[in-house]
């Protein structure tokens, strides 16, 4: 048995006589002692939070919202043309 083959089984639990290599056991951890749930630290967390985030202004939103909506509609056409072209190729393809 080559020196590969003793480490292939040594990863697989076993010693190189084939006998079954003694096993680690990690420490017993002991279990984390957890707060209760109290819903008005929630919401103030929560309130904590919002306050750190980085709002829009009102030109920054219709901004986004233009580019959004011309994206959206220059996609449906191209998404429309190309299911018509694909479609007309097919029927014409196929055509008795």
Known sequence: MNR???RQMQR???DPEGEAAP?????ARKPVKREPFRIGQFLREVRSE?????WPNRAEVINYTTVTLVTLLSLMV???????AFAKGVLWLFKP
């Not at 919002?50 to 980085?54: M, N």
């Not at 191209?78 to 018509?84: C, E, G, K």
């Open 23 to 27: 096993t680690r056991t990690a420490p």
């Open 50 to 54: 919002l306050r750190q985030v980085a």
């Open 78 to 84: 191209l998404i429309f043309v190309l299911n018509y």
């Open 4 to 6: 590969e083959q003793k």
């Open 12 to 14: 697989q639990g076993q």
